[in-house]
């Protein structure tokens, strides 16, 4: 699918910025608690975890567009505070979300926190500064169901601050062709844990690996592997938004797509042969 060059009315409808914490009205944290109310069920079918870390400006517009998520079958949503110091704490407890608080940092433990307290067949991943569909939950839920599969994933647009909604779609799209490459035979490099659906069952079994700072959801996908098909659902009904605050360093549509097509000319042959030996981690990515 090509990526859209407008924002679509869910995005924009959800989007709640603000300077101060004080002067959001009363009637935002309202509308998001009425939403999420109805999504607290303990015999939840799917359990969508969010993780949220100092995400204070972002995690309303998250809530906002969950609180709206549209599904035949039970839900549950919980917030995993990775040891937030700013107001992500207060703006949950406010707007009514089921929260749990892991002061072990990592985004590894966090995924670990949500999904131990977790019910249903299915567990979805999420990240507070991003945005979901209507239908982002059913589509994986109903792509999951679908026999050979052991997990889903998609991907992110970005919602446009400093740059054009023209300059990031095409930035998008170029990564987009890079994904493809890599789903060939090595899913788990495209697979990113703000979209990123798997099996209750199998996913305890695994669990979250909590030693590196970034990468846990490539290595429970990699491990996912021997169970099914990582399959990509690539559509407007399952395709989500976020901050572009990762692009904001750099100054022009050149040097974006320059610094993309360097860093994947580099792993272009990593990405044409499977491993059976999966990954070794980092020094530099290795929590201390």
């Known amino acids: 699918m090509i990526p859209s060059i407008t924002v679509p009315d869910w995005v924009k409808r959800n989007i709640i910025s603000f300077q101060n914490i004080e002067d959001i009205p009363d009637e935002v944290f309202e509308r998001i608690k009425q939403g999420l109310a109805s999504k607290k069920a303990e015999d939840a079918f799917v359990t969508i975890g969010v993780i949220a870390y100092n995400e204070q400006e972002n995690i309303l517009s998250c809530l906002a567009s969950l609180a709206e998520q549209e599904t035949p079958f039970p839900l549950r949503i919980v917030v995993s505070n990775n040891n937030s110091t700013d107001q992500t704490q207060y703006l949950l407890d406010k707007c009514g979300a089921f929260s749990v608080f ?11 926190a949500a999904m131990d ?3 249903g067949k299915y567990f979805l991943c999420a990240d507070a500064d991003c945005m979901y569909p209507p ?25 446009p601050s400093s740059k054009n909604r023209i300059t990031l779609a095409l930035y998008e799209f170029i990564r987009d062709i890079s994904l493809v490459l890599r789903r060939i035979n090595r899913p788990e490099l495209s697979v990113g844990g703000g979209s990123f659906g798997i099996p209750m069952k199998e996913g305890n ?16 996908a990699f491990a996912l592997k021997q169970h099914g098909k990582i399959k990509f659902i690539n559509s407007s009904r399952s395709r989500i938004w976020t901050t572009s605050r990762s692009l904001d360093h750099q100054q022009s549509l050149f040097a974006m797509v320059t610094e ?5 000319f580099k792993r272009i042959h990593v990405y044409l042969f499977p491993t059976r030996k999966g990954y070794k981690d980092r020094e530099e990515n290795i929590i201390k």
């Open 135 to 159: 239908t982002w939950a059913e589509e994986f839920a109903k792509t999951m169901d679908t026999p050979g599969v052991s997990a889903v994933y998609s991907v992110d647009s970005y919602i």
């Open 102 to 112: 892991q002061p072990q940092q990592g985004i590894g433990y966090a995924r670990q």
């Open 260 to 264: 993309k097509f360097r860093k994947e």
């Open 117 to 119: 307290v977790a019910r």
């Open 205 to 220: 079994e695994i669990g979250w690996y909590t030693r590196i700072k970034r990468g846990e959801d490539g290595s429970m």
